[in-house]
């Protein structure tokens, strides 16, 4: 069974019904959780050659999304029962890379997360966090969707 469960915390109703199952998960198995968020970096053509300029602000604009992501994995984090034991982590850069780095890192047995269900064109164009981590992780991946998804 799923004793150690990745959860990962982006602040949509998506993903606090993923954290909902997660929760259900471990309570029966007396398992743990560990929710993740992931800051976005810097993109790379900002930085390449020819790209934007970083903006002279850069360290306090990141400091600031770091405090976001912070505090809505903290508010995650807050809605857990006392009974099981979580711990958060913050991490940055391409969400699908770090949720999967975390997972080898971490020895979790199953990642937990929502899915926005853009469809198959807007996935294609955008990416699909849900997509990437399902290709790469090496633990199974329980992707939820709201009931009646209209969003």
Same mark, same amino acid.
């Given at each position: 069974?799923?004793?150690?469960?990745?959860?990962?915390?982006?602040?949509?109703?998506?993903?606090?019904?993923?954290?909902?199952?997660?929760?259900?998960?471990?309570?029966?198995?007396?398992?743990?959780?560990?929710?993740?968020?992931?800051?976005?970096?810097?993109?790379?053509?900002?930085?390449?050659?020819? @790209?934007?300029?970083?903006?002279?602000? !850069? +360290?306090?604009?990141?400091? %600031?999304?770091?405090? =976001?992501?912070?505090?809505? $994995?903290?508010?995650?984090?807050?809605?857990?029962?006392?009974?099981?034991?979580?711990?958060?982590?913050?991490?940055?850069?391409?969400?699908?890379?770090?949720?999967?780095?975390?997972?080898?890192?971490?020895?979790?047995?199953?990642?937990?997360?929502?899915?926005?269900?853009? @469809?198959?064109?807007?996935?294609?164009? !955008? +990416?699909?966090?849900?997509? %990437?981590?399902?290709? =790469?992780?090496?633990?199974? $991946?329980?992707?939820?969707?709201?009931?009646?998804?209209?969003?």
């Amino acid at each position: 069974m799923f004793r150690n469960v990745l959860v990962a915390i982006d602040g949509s109703p998506h993903a606090e019904r993923a954290l909902v199952e997660a929760v259900d998960l471990v309570r029966s198995n007396g398992g743990s959780l560990t929710l993740v968020a992931v800051t976005p970096g810097l993109a790379p053509w900002m930085i390449s050659p020819g @790209g934007m300029a970083p903006p002279e602000n !850069l +360290g306090a604009l990141q400091a %600031a999304m770091a405090r =976001e992501f912070q505090e809505l $994995v903290d508010q995650a984090a807050a809605t857990v029962p006392g009974e099981v034991p979580t711990e958060t982590v913050l991490l940055e850069g391409p969400p699908a890379k770090g949720i999967v780095s975390q997972v080898r890192k971490g020895g979790h047995d199953l990642i937990a997360m929502g899915s926005r269900g853009r @469809g198959e064109i807007t996935s294609m164009v !955008l +990416g699909s966090t849900s997509h %990437a981590v399902l290709h =790469e992780s090496p633990v199974p $991946v329980l992707v939820v969707h709201l009931p009646d998804d209209t969003e």
